[in-house]
């Protein structure tokens, strides 16, 4: 076999290998407490489909990664709890409140984009002085950490843009150079959908 040939079966290989990694799956690896306990605190690794790639096709309950807000070169591991169009009551915690900026009146916003919601729409719940409501804007989604105490999420830094959803993590597997089969899990969608 010649140089040539082998170069240029290398090249091919390599242009497989970049396409298979941006439009289908990458592997990665996973760290901190905001997602115990479906994700271990350090050593988890990851499949990500990229089919959900900017948000298309996900779902309430998803676990996706995405790119962190508030740090363009980091990356975030979260589970979808709200979608466009649905009316999220904001953490009340004092931690939470601090970070948001308010528009005028009784209802905290966290971006212009976001509609004010009343809280006389909300008169089945009691509601408290802190409570603040916003209605997910389209082309977003509202996402948590599973481990609420240890998460910086939307209740953080606001709605996440759907274009900066790389993925949605379907496995997971803990120290993968065990081989051991009980690590090895699928990761799925933990939300029921109601009964209409």
């Known amino acids: 076999m010649s140089v040539r040939t082998v170069l240029s079966w290398a090249t091919r290989a390599v242009a497989v290998l970049h396409i298979f990694v941006s439009d289908v799956v990458e592997l990665g690896e ?5 997602m115990l306990p479906t994700l271990q605190v350090s050593n988890d690794h990851a499949i990500i ?3 959900f790639k900017y948000g298309r096709g996900i779902q309430m309950g998803d676990l996706i990664v995405a790119r962190k807000p508030t740090e363009p070169e980091g990356w975030i591991c979260k589970r979808i709890t709200g979608m466009p169009g ?3 009551l904001i953490d009340p915690s004092e931690k939470s409140l601090k970070n948001l900026s308010f528009k005028t009146g009784s209802v905290g916003v966290l971006s212009d984009d976001i509609k004010e919601v009343p809280k006389d729409d909300f008169l089945e719940r009691k509601t408290l002085p802190n409570d603040k409501y916003i209605i997910v ?3 977003h989604c509202w996402v948590t950490g599973e481990n609420l105490s240890a998460s910086l999420d939307s209740r953080t830094y606001s709605v996440l843009p759907m274009g900066l959803i790389k993925g949605k993590l379907i496995y997971a597997w803990y120290n993968p150079l065990s081989f051991n089969s009980h690590y090895f899990r699928a990761v799925s969608n933990n939300f029921v959908q109601e009964a209409d």
């Open 86 to 88: 649905d009316i999220i």
């Open 30 to 34: 996973t760290y901190g407490e905001s």
């Open 49 to 51: 489909d990229k089919k």
């Open 137 to 139: 804007p389209e082309g």
